[in-house]
């Protein structure tokens, strides 16, 4: 008895999670605010003080002349033409960040370094200060620390080629957590006199209406209208503080989206397919190579009692059929939809390209009612 419940309960929640019933979202996960968005950070910097296992000089010149700029700038300056700087200890690296909205001068930001040459590890280095630049070029940070990189390198043997060597993880990448500084603050145009947008993160005119309808339901009419399939123009308080309430308040609401577009996904590497419940089939026959795959819909009539009231209702019982050599066949019962087939066909060693080109094949006949995206 102790085991019934929980299988009973697992029943229950798969039931759920097949229903229909589209879930409510709140608009927060809908939906975007025009003018709260992240920009990207770019810079060039160097790595010093690594175990030999730095940039080899001689293949990559641009370490070597970023140090000699680095050095003039220190007011140390190098003979023309004088001896070839051999370093191990110093790597070129691309540093990256990502400046989040509203951020102001003073906030820290994590960084990622990243070694562009042929640096063997970046393990126990520190990163000089480097300016992070945006799209427009101007500098809106400066970042600076010592490197952590999360991977491990084992090298055994001789130095004479002949020992063996362990790389776990990358070891040219790095992190450093709170590595930058914010110098400059992006103007953000949150509430240009007393409207907002909100930008659907996928575009649809059914999911913008009921948005729109819940939002002039809860504040009255006309506080909200959309412009298009994606964005929604909603009337704030003018007050900064008000639109900051209003906001919040606005973006826990609950909504139930549109049901998406059917679409299925192949990865033609892997095999695996991934489909959404809008997904149909009609009644078809394939045959590839050695397979053979049928899929029918088999009719019946249910009568009940005309006493208890209930009325006659015909439902479909589609069957899916897969043939391969040596006669062996396989029956899915209980409803023809492709998860069917997928599973059907995997099940006797289908290859990803016979997946493939079967969905191609039912989509192109017109049975398979969906959008199919080959990734």
Do not use: W
């Amino acid at each position: 008895m102790t085991m019934k419940t929980p299988l009973k309960a697992a029943i229950l929640v798969c039931l759920a999670l097949l229903s229909p019933l589209t879930q409510a979202e709140r608009i927060k996960d809908l939906a975007s605010i025009a003018g709260v968005r992240n920009n990207q950070l770019l810079g060039y910097g160097l790595v010093v003080g690594l175990d030999g296992s730095g940039d080899q000089t001689t293949q990559t010149p641009f370490t070597v002349q970023s140090v000699v700029s680095m050095l003039q700038q220190l007011g140390v300056n190098l003979p023309q033409g004088g001896t070839q700087l051999q370093l191990k200890n110093v790597a070129a690296v691309m540093v990256t960040a990502t400046l989040p909205p509203f951020a102001q001068p003073g906030q820290q930001l994590d960084i990622t370094v990243s070694s562009m040459g042929n640096a063997k590890s970046l393990r126990g280095g520190t990163l000089l200060m480097t300016p992070l630049k945006g799209a427009d070029g101007q500098v809106y940070g400066m970042a600076q620390g010592n490197v952590l990189v999360g991977g491990v390198g084992v090298q055994a043997g001789g130095g004479g080629g002949g020992g063996s060597s362990l790389t776990v993880n990358h070891l040219s990448v790095g992190k450093i957590s709170g590595g930058a500084t914010v110098e400059r603050a992006v103007a953000s145009n949150l509430g240009e006199g007393n409207m907002i947008k909100l930008e659907l993160n996928s575009a649809d005119f059914a999911t913008a209406s009921r948005v729109v309808e819940a939002i002039n339901d809860k504040y009255g009419a006309g506080i909200a209208y959309a412009l298009d399939s994606r964005v929604i123009r909603v009337q704030a308080p003018s007050s900064s503080d008000q639109r900051v309430t209003f906001i919040g308040t606005l973006q826990d609401m609950q909504v139930n989206p549109a049901e998406q577009q059917a679409k299925v996904i192949m990865n033609a590497r892997t095999g695996s397919v991934v489909m959404n419940r809008a997904v149909t089939l009609d009644t078809c026959a394939i045959s590839h190579g050695n397979l053979s795959v049928s899929v029918n819909a088999d009719t019946s009539v249910s009568q009940p009692n005309p006493l208890s009231g209930g009325r006659t209702v015909v439902t479909q019982n589609p069957q899916v059929g897969i043939k391969a050599d040596g006669g062996k066949v396989m029956l899915v019962k209980g409803g023809a939809s492709l998860a069917d087939v997928v599973k059907a066909l995997n099940a006797i060693g289908a290859t990803p390209q016979d997946l493939l080109s079967i969905l191609q094949a039912m989509k192109a006949a017109g049975s398979l009612h969906a959008e199919l995206e080959i990734i």
